[in-house]
């Protein structure tokens, strides 16, 4: 008699799948190949705390805003101002407003099993938003909104200056890529954002709250967060 083989590694995916509990979807294409410019935290000698004062003080002098002027608080970021990772989502919803601070209530929670599911504690990165305002209803914002806030959020980017960009939502990746098609056909893939003279990895993967509507979307998710992992660990990031 023959004994059956099991395959420990598809049985270890499966339960990670199982505990983040709503689902993730992605294609296993090519990672593109960069050469990644080493941010030297030296170059800001400035406190980057103050830096995010002056540059929310920016934001909420925006005029003729019906984001702005429909919405209750201006949600920056939260997190390890000094981290090695920044994650951007779409725009502030419910609860997020409320506490004016990124990723609350259940898409919170669903982020913090995501991240640590590749051995992250969330409080260690720092996350924001390509929005910093609630749209109204929480609708998706337009090309418009994304385009003007893009220059808040590339601001934001060079303060933070990680070694590696999360984008979470078709949002934050036409913020920061330009890149306006189908999430689904662009997720899962490193490209690379230059700013001031640096070079960026970027990741683009689904929102959370995307994957709270549509579960089955979660094996593609856990796709992308394990070739974050296999990043991190190649450019020895320690978070």
């Given at each position: 008699m023959t004994k059956?083989?099991?395959?420990?590694?598809?049985?270890?995916?499966?339960?990670?799948?199982?505990?983040?509990?709503?689902?993730?979807i992605f294609k296993?294409?090519?990672?593109?190949?960069?050469?990644?410019?080493?941010?030297?935290?030296?170059?800001?000698?400035?406190?980057?705390?103050?830096?995010?004062?002056?540059l929310k003080i920016k934001i909420n002098s925006i005029d003729n805003c019906k984001l702005k002027n429909n919405s209750q608080n201006l949600?920056?970021?939260?997190?390890?101002?000094?981290?090695?990772?920044?994650?951007?989502?779409?725009?502030?919803?419910?609860?997020?407003?409320?506490?004016?601070?990124?990723?609350?209530?259940?898409?919170?929670?669903?982020?913090n099993k995501m991240l640590l599911a590749i051995e992250i504690k969330r409080q260690k990165i720092y996350c924001s938003y390509a929005i910093?305002?609630?749209?109204?209803?929480?609708?998706?914002?337009?090309?418009?909104?994304?385009?003007?806030?893009?220059?808040?959020?590339?601001?934001?980017?060079?303060?933070?200056?990680?070694k590696i960009i999360i984008l979470m939502g078709g949002s934050a990746m036409e913020a920061v890529t330009g890149i306006n098609t189908k999430l689904s056909s662009e997720r899962g893939k490193w490209k690379e954002t230059i700013l001031k003279n640096k070079t960026y990895p970027v990741m683009i993967s689904f929102n959370p709250s995307y994957l709270i509507r549509f579960p089955e979307n979660k094996k593609y998710?856990?796709?992308?967060?394990?070739?974050?992992k296999k990043k991190i660990d190649e450019l020895k990031i320690v978070i």
């Open positions: 059956k083989v099991i395959n420990q590694k598809g049985k270890f995916d499966e339960e990670i799948l199982n505990l983040i509990e709503p689902n993730f296993d294409k090519p990672i593109n190949r960069f050469k990644i410019v080493e941010n030297n935290e030296d170059n800001y000698p400035t406190n980057k705390n103050d830096l995010l004062e002056k949600v920056l970021g939260e997190g390890n101002v000094n981290s090695p990772i920044m994650l951007i989502g779409e725009a502030p919803g419910v609860e997020e407003e409320k506490f004016s601070a990124p990723f609350k209530g259940e898409v919170g929670e669903l982020l910093n305002f609630r749209p109204p209803e929480d609708r998706k914002p337009t090309s418009l909104e994304i385009k003007r806030y893009s220059v808040f959020l590339k601001e934001h980017i060079s303060i933070i200056n990680p998710s856990w796709e992308d967060l394990k070739k974050i």
